[in-house]
Structure formats: C-alpha cells, structure tokens
C-alpha cells in the first residue's frame, strides 16, 4: 500500500565551499603545487552561483522484502546490505542549482580552462556539503529516539544502478526543489543527488561505509585504491 | 538555591502507552489524571518547577494530527494536570517545543506563520496560569527568536529559551551557546540554557561557556546520557546515582536550574535534588563592556578593549548607479558579491542599505538580509532612515544588528527606539538635533546624552548604545575634523560606549582622497573610534588596521601582522636570457603561467624564431612533457588545463604576428556528447587540449541526436569523430551513433567519458578509446600521423 508522506525541505547554510574537497572532485589527489588563487576563485563563483535546496521524506522499510514503502524493490545488493537492520528509511536530494553550471560554461568558453573545471568541482563539492548539512540535521533529531543515520548511498554507488534513478526520483519529490529527471534518467540541475539513508538503533550492527566497502571497484572518486 | 525541574513526560507517555492517541499531548485531555500522576510522582521527590505537557502543542504541529483547532483546549488541560499536581510554592511552567518546520529562508515556514502558531499557543498557556514560558529543544534560533517575539507580545511571563545542541557545540543551524546568549539576553530571554540531545558531562563544557556569556541565569536539562536501543525500546545509560553526580558538577558551571530530559525518571530528579542540596548559584563574571552583535553562528563585541571591527559599507546602491540597477532587475548577484568580499577583506560587520530609488525598500531588505545571511557568518547593520524597513530587516535577520541609526528626529525616534527594544538590536546614535548639524563637541554630547536618555526610557540598556561622533568636510570647514576627533574623545569620558563613524566624507573635495582618509583613520583609532564605518577592500584601511592593531595591543608583538606581511610579498621572476626563451616558454606552459607564456611567445618571435619551431620546440614539448606527467600522476588535471590555458595565450599572441593559416594544423576532429547526456564539461576539456595541440576542433555540443553528427562528419569530413558519454544511461546512446557513423562514413570514431571502459569500447566497435584528455590528444596525434 502506498501512502502520501510528508515533504520535508531545508535550505542548508553553506558560509563556505570545502576547498579541499573541490580539488579532489578536480582530480588533485594530493598535495600538489597548484595556484591557491583559482581554486579560491571557482569556489567564491560557487557561493555566488549556488541556489541550495534539499527535500526529505520519511518512508518505513522492509528489510526482509527490501521494499521501501512497500512498492520500491531494492534489488542492488550492496545497497540491500547496507541498509539491513533499518525498519525505516529517509529518501533525500540536494541540489545547487543550474546558475553553477552556467559559469563553469562559460569560464571554459572564455579559456580560462582550469576555473570552468574548478566550478564544476566546487559546485560538486557544494552539493555533498549541502547532503552533508541536511545528514546532520536529520542525525540531530533523530539522536533523541535512539536512532542513528546509516551514511548517504546514492543510485551510481556499488551495484545500485543509475537507472534506477527513474523510480527514486518520484519518491523523493525531487520536483519540490526544482530538480528534474531527464529521459537518460539523469538529474536536472546537473549538480543535484538523491539519496536514502537508513534508520538504525544504535544496537545495530555497524554497517561500515566509504569507498573501501564499495562494490565500484573502477569508480574514479575513489579514494583507496 | 537551585531550582529542580521535573524530568522526561513523553517517555512515562510511552510507558503507559498514551503517547500516541494520537500525539502525547492530547493525554492531557484524554488521560488528564495519568498525566496528573506523572507530575504527582516529580513533586513528590521534590520538583521545583513542573513542565505542562503541551511540547508539541502549537497549532503548527497540532495539525499533523488534525488537531489544530483543539490548541487552547489541548494546551488548557496540559496547565491544569499539573497545576493539580502541585503543591504550595511549586511553579509550572508552559512547555514549547519546535514547530516541526524550519522557517524560511532555512526551510518552508513563513517567520510571521511561525510567531502566530507560538503566539495562539502562549496565549492559551498564559490565560491558564502559568509562571512561566518554557521554549525546549528549540533547533534553530530564528524559531527561539519566532518564539520570543510571541510570547512578549501575549504576556510579561519570565522566558526561559533552552536550545538543543550537538556534540561539537552547535544548534542544527549552527549557533553556539555564546552567540544565542548574545542574542536572546537582549531579546527579552529571562533564562537560558540548553535541553536534550546530550548528557550531563557532554553539556558541562556548554554551561561553563554560557556562563561567561550572559548575567541572565541558566538552566540545563541533559538526556539520561546517549540512547540506544534494547529489544525494540529507547533506553538511556545514565543511572539515578550517576545523573546525582554530575549535578553539583553543573551547579559549579554557572547553571542555577537543573532538570532532566530523555531518559530521566523521578528518581533521576530525587538523585538530582538531593545532590545540589544547600548549594547556591556560583557568582558569575561580569561580561566586558561594550556592545555585542551577532549573526546566527557569530557574535563580535565592538568597544574599548576589544580589536578595531570594521562595518563594511560597500552594499549600498546610493551613489553606485550599476549596483542599484542589478537590483531593480532582481538581480541580488552584485549584492552578493559584496557581502563575501567584503567579509573576505576582514569585514567583521556588514551595513545593508537598500535606498533604491522607486523600490519597495521594506520588501527587499527583508528579501537581501534573509539571502545574505546564508552566504555570510557576519553580523548586520540595518541601513536605513525608514522605521518600517529596519523592521524587515531586523525580523529577517536571525542575529542581533545594530540599526543604523537614531537621530533627534520626532516621531521616528520613538518607533526606532521600539524596535530595538522589541528585536533586541543594538543602536547607533546620531547626534543629529532638528536644527541641523551641531557643529561643537558641547551640543553634539548633549544631544547624545537626550536620546541615551530617551532610549533608556524606551527600555535600552547600556550595551545597547553605539555613538556616532558625525564626520563634516574638512574643505570647507578647516576645523572640523578636530572637532569630530575630540567629540570621540569626549564620548569615552562621558559615555564608555562603542563608536563608529563613516570616514570618508572628512576629505570631499580635496584631491588624494584615500591618503587623507588613511590618516584621519589613524588619528580617530588614535582618539577612541572602535568600529569605522568603512571600505574594508581598500588597501590604505588594511595596512592602516592591521598596524594600528599591532600598536594597540590587540595584535600581540605583531605577530598576524608579519605573517600577512610575508604572504603579500611577491617573488621576483627571473630574467630570460636569449638562449634559453624557448626552455623558459615550455616552463611557462608547463606551470601555467599566461601572462609569462604569451610574453615569451613574442620574444622568441621577436628573436627570429620560427612560429613552427616556437610551436614544437616551447608549447608541444611543454604540453607533452605535462601530458606525460599526468599519465604517470605525477600531475593532475586541472594542472593540464592550466598548461592548455598558456598554450592557449601563446597562440594568441602569436596570432597577432602572423596569419592563423601558418600555424600549424594538425587535423580536423568533430567533438560531441551523445544523445541524452547533458555532460560536457569532459568533452570541453578534450577539445581545449586537442585545439591547443594545432587540431581544428568542430564543437557540436551536448545531448546531440545520431543524425546530426552524421551530417556534421559527412558535411566536415573530419579525421575522426570524438564521442563523450559521462552516465551508464547514455552509453546506449553512443553505441547507436558509432553504428550510423560507420554504415555512412569511413571517418575513424575515438570515445570517452567517466564510465567507458576499453572493454565497452571494443563491444560497441569504436575504434579508438581514450581514457582521458591527454590520451585523446596522442591518439588523434597517431591517427593523423597514420
């Protein structure tokens, strides 16, 4: 049975774009000589640019069946995994607009080449902060209950496929911050993610995270190699 | 003495299994005499202070049930529980929880929705006869704020504001126990403190910081430790015995109300109670003098004592015709672009004045003081001369602000003193009289002293008061800066109140502007000016407030001072002899270096070098040499672009020495992303590398149909086609175009993007794959040389 559930948004402050973050989005893995200046640049252009939004909602889950909300069928393992022992599950997308993408275009057009991919790797790092504002947020009310947050997975992780992009998309009401969902099944703004999160009591067992645990052995964001 | 409040309702709600027909607070009107019980069994083991249960009993919240209309009701019967329960001299106060939605621009709820959903509740719980207002695990401080401005308008019962805060210090949004301190105590807070989320020992550090930020007394109420669960129930680590033992240690913190939240029990509070005994309120330290701004995660103090805070003065679109236009379009990007570098260039206040001419000025600050402050930590001042527009201002801002400013204007004086008492903003006095400028130090003290005094009456409280000394021309009145300098001198020996000033005016008219101003500037810190009113960019106000921090003592033995002072040193390039401009211009390509690349382009030419030979000795070889660095990740990738990018400017400047068609053409390539995928950054960056390497790039952009890049190979003839697709969900795409390309063309078909693999390339019958941009240059490199 379906039931309508409550749209929750929240618009994260973001005081900041995590230079350290953009330069790994950008490919810098380590600490290499690379102008300061720029990557400062691209990530101020961010905070000009970015419109940040993210939405929520609470769903129960079925771990046995992995149905969430009785008619998604989870059938990626690794996402199966990760939220065994959730009863239920929060579906969320976050996005920063499409103002981002704008000038990183049109920085690169101008051939200043370095900053237009710079934009582009702040205004990803954005989009993980801003899922990452909207994690502590959550993580805060639900601490009170005894529950704790799994981490963030996200349809492109592990086994999860992107296709199922189109089905989550719904769930997620990621219309509600403006965000579309292409006929390729990607999302519109470029910059925004969905995600599910499980609902763990903090007797669970520990479902550990991070590219370590990740199926996606060929991911180019991966950290361990 | 310290006073006990009761411990956890919803959790004794649950154990008897009323918690949820259909929210806990509807017990008090379903189950009245249960819930009379569970505060019986808090006054028996000595509560001081009962909570009615009416946490959630907001029309807002209330309507998740349907509920809503039953507020008064619902609220009504939560006083009268515990007012059953008392006994003689125990208090009870009216317990408020969050709303359930964060208020805009945070989230969805309206600030005016949010102050009358608390507004309808107060007044329930004060015509019911409680003592006082109780706001609990409030997340956000404009809701506390929401909150507060209700309760004041309803009723004169002492407000007690306990945020919720997390491990590392914080509210959700990202307030720390200080600034809600510098926030609330001026609002109207009575007491404040903290409740819930965490234990006894995680909170002690929270009070100990509380304490030394606010005369008003604290209360704190921790969880029964951090929950987990047991069996499919909420359980709390702490025992009675264990709450017992870090009362005192609270106690000794500053806090004077103690109580219990999550997990706590009678006994919990009995443990509580008997531990802080005969103990009394620890006394606490005087806060500095001086006045506090804050934003919702920052408080500043400005005054004497304090280092030198310049309010940046540059979001101001009278005199600044592009600004003012932007804005009329609804355009806040200018706007923006001020707060960040301003605050970048040490701004530690910003003044936000919206005069636009022929906008509806109260709309649009409420609009920019809402955007801003969630792009900047800074505290505001409320530019204007309008009452109704500091008001949109100050609701909007989830801080305290200074209004910027009085005058001895009738009238507007009154309500300006009000609003500042209402939000709790500080104030800037203009000596300003109805007769005009006041020209001595004499009239300018005497009128401050009026409005402090009027302002006092209004409700103001010293810490509330900045002056202005007021600023005239010197080029037309030879003396009046001294006069400004010995108002600010006199202002410290009258008053002690923070001032602040607007500078510039001192030199209109005279040329050399920003020297004359740099001086003025030293000599007013010199004679007591605690927080120009300034351009923080300007580089004359940097260096004159970074040394006259170090001579004032807030820069201790200059040390930030030096270290600034080395970062802005610049290091000296070397001179390029003849012999080596061609090493030293593949260096520049290499490092990135623009500027540096296209001036050595027109040496080497200028020296008789061939373009060809400029072209393979300098750029190519520069650009392979960090190509090949990359595929070793010994660079990366945005190093590459950088190298394109001096590539780029040296062909540039070559092409003003000669035509376009001598430069070297190494090939045509078309350049696309498939069907369906709106990725191009990749593809772009492969088509700046290859154009930089001497390929004719032909750019036919994103989420292109099969049929048209047909007709761009059969119309351009290419030497190969590069195909992008960045998503799973394109690759099909990809295939169908490859399989059109070769049933019509001979053209060689190269591919990329993050999620092809040499596998998937082979299965789809591309000829060529490249991993990335500087593989897709030495592949097309090789097809051409074929």
Known sequence: MTTVRQINLFNPILNNIDRAETKRYAGMGRSIHFPEAIVYEACSIVMLEKHVKTVWTLYDYDCKSGCINGDYKIVSKALLKHLSGSKQVILMAATVGDGVEVASKKYFEQGEYALGLLIDAAATAAVEQAANALCAMLTAQFINQGIILTARFSPGYGDWSLEEQEKVAPLVHVTAIGVKLTNAKMLIPRKSITAVVGLQTTGGKDNKTGCGQCTKKDCIMRRVK | ?786
């Open chain 2, 1 to 786: 003495m310290i006073k006990i409040f009761e411990g956890a309702m919803g959790t004794s709600l649950q154990a008897m299994g009323i918690a949820d027909q259909p929210c806990p607070e509807y017990a008090s009107v379903k189950y009245p005499d249960e819930v009379m019980n569970i505060h019986k069994a808090y006054v028996d083991v000595g509560a001081d202070i009962l909570e009615c249960n009416t946490f959630g009993a907001n029309p807002l919240k209330l309507a998740q049930f349907g509920l809503a209309d039953d507020t008064e009701k619902i609220n009504i019967a939560g006083v009268t529980a515990a007012r059953r329960a008392a006994k003689k001299g125990v208090e009870i106060a009216g317990n408020i929880g969050p709303s359930g939605r964060l208020i805009a621009p945070l989230g969805d709820l309206n600030f005016d929705e949010a102050c009358e959903s608390y507004a309808r509740q107060i007044k329930a719980l004060a015509s019911a006869g409680v003592d006082y207002i109780l706001f609990e695990t409030i997340i956000d401080l404009q809701e506390m704020r929401a909150g507060v401005l209700a309760a004041k308008s309803i009723c004169n019962l002492p407000i007690i504001c306990q945020l919720t805060y997390d491990a590392m210090g914080r509210t959700v949004t990202g307030t720390d126990p200080s600034t809600a301190a510098a926030i609330l105590e001026p609002l109207g807070a009575s007491i404040i403190g903290m409740n819930c989320s965490l234990g006894p020992e995680q909170l002690l550090p929270l009070v100990r910081e509380l304490a030394l930020s606010t005369t008003l007394p604290i209360s704190v109420q921790p969880n029964a430790g951090l929950p987990f669960i047991k069996d499919g129930k909420t359980c709390f680590p702490l025992t009675p015995k264990e709450m017992g033992y870090w009362a005192p240690k609270l106690v000794e913190a500053g806090a004077t109300i103690l109580g219990g939240c999550c997990g706590t029990t009678p006994a919990h509070i009995k443990a509580m109670k008997e531990a802080v005994k005969g103990m009394d309120p620890i006394a606490r330290t005087i806060l500095p003098a001086g006045v506090r701004l804050a934003s919702r995660s920052k408080s500043v103090w400005l005054g004497k004592g304090h280092p030198t805070v310049l309010i940046g003065e540059r979001i101001n679109p009278s005199g600044r015709k592009a600004m003012a236009a932007e804005i009329k379009t609804g355009n806040l990007t200018a706007v923006k672009r001020e707060a960040l570098i301003q605050v970048e260039a040490g701004a530690g206040v910003l003044d936000i004045n919206m005069g636009v001419p022929g906008m509806e000025q109260k709309k649009l600050m409420g609009q920019v003081v809402g955007e801003l402050a969630m792009l900047v930590n800074v505290p505001f001042s409320i530019d204007s001369v309008e009452p109704e527009v500091l008001e949109a201002g100050l609701r909007a801002f989830a801080g305290r602000a200074l209004i910027n400013s009085v005058s001895d204007k009738a009238g507007v004086k009154e309500k300006v003193f009000a609003l500042a008492k209402k939000y709790g903003a500080a104030i800037l006095v203009l000596p300003l009289g109805e007769k005009g400028l006041p020209k001595t130090t004499g009239e300018r003290i005497t009128i401050a002293k009026k409005l402090i005094a009027e302002g006092k009456a209004a409700g103001l409280k010293d810490n509330d008061f900045m002056l202005d000394p007021l600023v005239l021309t010197v080029a037309s009145d030879g003396q009046a800066p001294s006069e400004t300098l010995n108002t600010l001198r006199e202002y410290g020996n009258v008053f002690g109140y923070p001032t602040t000033m607007g500078l510039s005016n001192v030199s209109f008219g005279l040329p050399g502007r920003e020297d004359i101003n740099a001086a003025f500037y030293a000599l007013a810190l010199a004679s007591g000016l605690n927080a120009p009113i300034i351009n923080p960019c300007n580089a004359k106000i940097r260096m004159m407030t970074e040394t006259t921090n170090v001579l004032l003592g807030f820069d201790n033995q200059g040390v930030n001072y030096s270290k600034n002072y080395v970062a802005a040193k610049t290091i000296p390039v070397a001179a390029v002899t003849e012999e080596d401009v061609l090493g030293a211009l593949a260096g520049a390509v290499m490092c990135g270096e623009k500027e540096r690349a296209a001036h050595l382009t027109l040496q080497a030419f200028a020296e008789g070098h061939d373009p060809r030979e400029i072209t393979a000795e300098a750029l190519v070889k520069g650009m392979n040499i960090i190509g090949d660095d990359f595929g070793a990740g010994r660079t990366f990738l945005p190093q590459v672009m950088l190298a394109a990018e001096a590539m780029k400017s040296a062909f540039d400047a070559l092409k003003t020495k000669i035509n376009v068609e001598d430069l070297p053409c190494l090939g045509k390539v078309i350049l696309a992303t498939v069907k369906g995928d709106v990725h191009d950054l990749g593809k772009n960056i492969v088509g700046a590398l290859l154009s930089n390497s001497g390929f004719n790039v032909v750019d036919l952009g994103k989420d292109v149909e099969p049929e048209v890049i047909l007709a761009a190979a059969e119309k351009e003839k290419p030497d190969i086609v590069g195909l992008c697709a960045l998503m799973t969900t394109t690759l099909g795409a990809m295939g169908e175009t490859i399989k059109l390309l070769q049933q019509k063309t001979t053209t060689t078909i190269m591919v990329g993007g993050a999620v092809l693999t040499q596998e998937y390339a082979t299965e789809i019958k591309a000829d060529l794959y490249a991993a990335d941009g500087v593989q897709a240059v030495k592949l097309a490199k090789k097809v051409v040389e074929e």
